[in-house]
DNA sequence: CCGACTATGAAATGTCTA
DNA sequence: TAGACATTTCATAGTCGG
C-alpha cells in the first residue's frame, strides 16, 4: 500500500552486458576468461542506444572505470582502439605500468596539482621503513607498525579523510605508495573498494613488466600476449576478494560470550598479551553494518573479534550491536532488577488490546524516529471494517507495519509508537533521564535511538566491579546520553574522573544532570568535538587526574544503520568516520599508559 | 528559526523450499 | 545447494505551522 509504487525504473535500463567482466573475474580459473566478439558486439549495440546520455562510450568508460582504472586513462585507451574491448584492457594495463617507471612517463595528463594531499608527509612516511615489501601475500599481520606510525603523525590532531582512506588502506595490507598513488588517481572522493581496484590493476601492471618487460618494449601498444595479462589480472582481483571475503559473521542466537539466560558450557578467549588492560577499552557499533566495516574495525582495533549480543536477551526490545572490547569476560553478573523481558511485561495495559494474531513477544529496535499519526489511522480504519479478526491480508499489512515501526495497542484497533519514558525504561535508563531542560520530544527520540541498552552495556562492564573497588578514571567518548555512565553507577562502580566527549549541546546538559542528580563526588569534565581532544590537551587531563582506566565509546552509526536511505557510505561516511578518531584517541591513550 | 510530522528503500541476513 | 521469500534496520530531507 504504501511505498511499492516503484516498479517501472527497471524497465529503461540494460543489464545484460554491464557486469561482464565482474562476472567473468567470478568465474574459477577452469575457464579462461575471454571476452567473446559476441559480448563487444552486445556492447556495441547498447552504446549507440544510449549514446544521448554521456559520450559515445559512456558505458565502456564507466565499465573501466569501475574497474579501477583512472577516466584520463580509460578516455585515451578507447580514443586509440575504439570499442575493442580486448585491446582496452590491453592498453590500460600497459599505462598503468608505463606510468610507474618515470623514463617512460606519458604525458597524459594527470595533474598532480590538483590533488591536495600532503605528499611531503607521504614521502616521509615511505623513506622511514620498508613498507613497499608486499604484505598481502604474507597476509595481515595484527597492528603493524605503518598505522602505528601514521598514527603518530595523526596524534597532533585530527584525521584528514585522506589520511583515514590511507591507514584503511594499510591496514589492509597495501604499501603507503600503492595506496597514495590510488587516491590521487582515484580522486578524492573515492571509496576503499575502487581504491583497491585500483591497487589490484597497478599490482598486474607490474607484474607483468617483470614477466614481459622485453614483449612490453617492444610492442608496447599492440595486442601482444592479452590472454597472460587478463589472466594474470583475474588473479590478483580473486586475491582481492579473498581479502575482501574474509567477512566477520553474525553469531546466531546473538549471545556473543553469553547472556545471564544462556551460558554456554565454557567461555574462553585468549587476548595477546599486549591489548590486556589497563587501559581497558569498550567500542560498540551496529551489527548489521555494510560488509566489511567490522573487519575493518576490527583490524584497528588490535584485532580483537567483536562480541556481537542482540539486547532482546537482556530486555522487551532488540538491539543488535557489535562490542569490542579488552574486558575479561568470566564472572559477569546483570543489573538487578532485571527488566521487564516481554511486551507484556514492559507494558501490562496492552494486553488488553492485544489481538491474538499479533504475535510479537519482543519489540523491534529502537530507532530515533517514530511511525507517523497517520499510520496508526491508516490501521485504524483498516480494522473497523471487520466485527471479529481481520482477513489474512490484513493481518498482514498490520503487522509489517507495527513490527516496523514498534507500534503497541493502546485502544480497540489502536496502535501506537512509545512514549520516550516509555523507550527510556526498555533501555534501562531512570525515568525522565532525558526530559526537561529545554530538550524537545524528537530530539528525546533521537538522543534515546542512539544510545546504549543500560543492561547490556553493565553485564559486559560488570567484571570492572572487583578490578576497580575504589573507582576509576573514564573516558567516555561520543557519550550521548551517557549509556556507560549510567551503566557503571548502576553497578556500584564509583566514577572518580569521568572525562565526556558529546558533540550535542542537550545530551551534555542530560548527562550533566544526571551527574548532579545522582550526587556524584567525582568530577565530569565535557568536551564538544573530539577532534580538538589531541594528544597534548589529553596529557594534561592526564597529569591532572591520572591514567584512564577505562575507554568507552560508540561511534556514530548513521552512516552504517540499515534505516539510512540517504547516506549508507559505510566508515568513510561523513559521521562514522569518526571511528578513526574513536581509535586515534584510545591509541594514544594505550601508548600513553605504558 | 524551531519543532512536530511525514514520506522516502535498500542492503544484509535469515528462513524456507524445490 | 541454490534461489525465492521474509525480516530487520542507533536515519534523512522536506514540509508545515507557530
Known amino acids: ?279 581497558y577499552f569498550y ?73 491474538s494474531w499479533d504475535t510479537r513477544d519482543k519489540l523491534n529496535c529502537i530507532q530515533t524516529a517514530i511511525g507517523s499519526a497517520k499510520l496508526s489511522e491508516r490501521i485504524r480504519s483498516a480494522l473497523e471494517r471487520y466485527d471479529g479478526d481481520p482477513p489474512e491480508s490484513v493481518q498482514k499489512f498490520v503487522l509489517e507495519q507495527c513490527r516496523k515501526w514498534n507500534l503497541v495497542w493502546v485502544g480497540r484497533n489502536k496502535v501506537a509508537p512509545l512514549e520516550p519514558d516509555e523507550v527510556e525504561m526498555l533501555l534501562g535508563f531512570p525515568k525522565n533521564h532525558t526530559r526537561g531542560g529545554g530538550i524537545s520530544r524528537t530530539d528525546r527520540y533521537k538522543s534515546l535511538g542512539n544510545s546504549f541498552q543500560v543492561d547490556t552495556v553493565a553485564y559486559h562492564l560488570s567484571v570492572l566491579k572487583e578490578i576497580f573497588p575504589n573507582g576509576l578514571n573514564l573516558l567516555s567518548l561520543f557519550s550521548g546520553i551517557g549509556g556507560g555512565e549510567v551503566a557503571l553507577h548502576r553497578l556500584g562502580i564509583k566514577l572518580k574522573n569521568v572525562v565526556s566527549v558529546e558533540k550535542s549541546k542537550v545530551n551534555r546538559d542530560i548527562v550533566r544532570s544526571w551527574w548532579e542528580q545522582t550526587n556524584q563526588r567525582g568530577n565530569l569534565i565535557d568536551f564538544d568535538d573530539i577532534q580538538q581532544v589531541d594528544g597534548e590537551r589529553l596529557e594534561t587531563i592526564m597529569n591532572s587526574i591520572g591514567r584512564f582506566d577505562l575507554v568507552i565509546g560508540g561511534s556514530p552509526c548513521n552512516n552504517l544503520a540499515g534505516s539510512n536511505r540517504v547516506s549508507r557510505d559505510g566508515l568513510e561516511g561523513k559521521e562514522s568516520s569518526l571511528f578513526f578518531e574513536y581509535f586515534r584517541v584510545l591509541d594514544f591513550i594505550r601508548c600513553y599508559s605504558r
Request: with cysteine; proline share 6%.
Open 1 to 279: 500500500m504504501d511505498g511499492d509504487a516503484s516498479g517501472e525504473e527497471g524497465a529503461s535500463i540494460d543489464w545484460t552486458t554491464d557486469d561482464e567482466l565482474e562476472v567473468l573475474a567470478e568465474t574459477g580459473t577452469s575457464s579462461p576468461p575471454i571476452l567473446t566478439t559476441d559480448g563487444i558486439e552486445v556492447i556495441a549495440g547498447n552504446e549507440e542506444a544510449s549514446s544521448s546520455a554521456g559520450g559515445p562510450h559512456s558505458k565502456l568508460v564507466k565499465q573501466f572505470v569501475g574497474m579501477g582504472f583512472s577516466e584520463k586513462l580509460v578516455l585515451k585507451a578507447i580514443e586509440e582502439n575504439g570499442g575493442d574491448t580486448d585491446l582496452i584492457l590491453n592498453t590500460l594495463l600497459t599505462y598503468s605500468n608505463l606510468e610507474d617507471s618515470p623514463e617512460q612517463q606519458l604525458s597524459l595528463g594527470s595533474d598532480p596539482s590538483s590533488s591536495d594531499y600532503n605528499e611531503a608527509i607521504l614521502d616521509d612516511i615511505s623513506d622511514m621503513d620498508s613498507w613497499s615489501e608486499n604484505d598481502v601475500a604474507e597476509g595481515i599481520d595484527s597492528l603493524s607498525e605503518k598505522h602505528k606510525m601514521l598514527l603518530s603523525l595523526a596524534n597532533t590532531g585530527s584525521l584528514s579523510d585522506k589520511e583515514k582512506s590511507l591507514l584503511v588502506l594499510a591496514n589492509m595490507g597495501y604499501t603507503v605508495e600503492e595506496a597514495s598513488l590510488a587516491m590521487e588517481r582515484c580522486g578524492p572522493e573515492a571509496s576503499v573498494s575502487v581504491l583497491t581496484d585500483f591497487i589490484c590493476a597497478a599490482q598486474v601492471a607490474r607484474e607483468e613488466s617483470y614477466l614481459h618487460e622485453d614483449d612490453l618494449k617492444q610492442n608496447r601498444f599492440t595486442n601482444g600476449n592479452s590472454k597472460d595479462k587478463k589472466r594474470k589480472f583475474y588473479e590478483v582481483c580473486k586475491r582481492k576478494n579473498a581479502i575482501e571475503e574474509e567477512t566477520i559473521r553474525l553469531p546466531n542466537p546473538m549471545i556473543g560470550y553469553g547472556v545471564p539466560s544462556q551460558q554456554p558450557e565454557h567461555i574462553h578467549r585468549s587476548l595477546p598479551e599486549e591489548v590486556r588492560g589497563p587501559p
Open 283 to 355: 567500542y560498540e557499533n551496529v551489527a548489521l553494518a555494510p560488509k566489511g566495516v567490522w573487519d575493518t574495525i576490527s583490524r584497528f582495533l588490535y584485532e580483537i573479534e567483536p562480541e556481537f549480543v542482540d539486547s532482546k536477551y537482556f530486555s522487551a526490545t532488540a538491539r543488535k550491536r557489535g562490542y569490542v572490547h579488552n574486558l575479561p569476560i568470566q564472572n559477569r553478573f546483570p543489573l538487578v532488577p532485571l527488566p521487564p523481558q516481554t511486551i507484556n511485561q514492559a507494558f501490562p495495559l496492552t494486553r488488553k488490546w492485544w489481538p
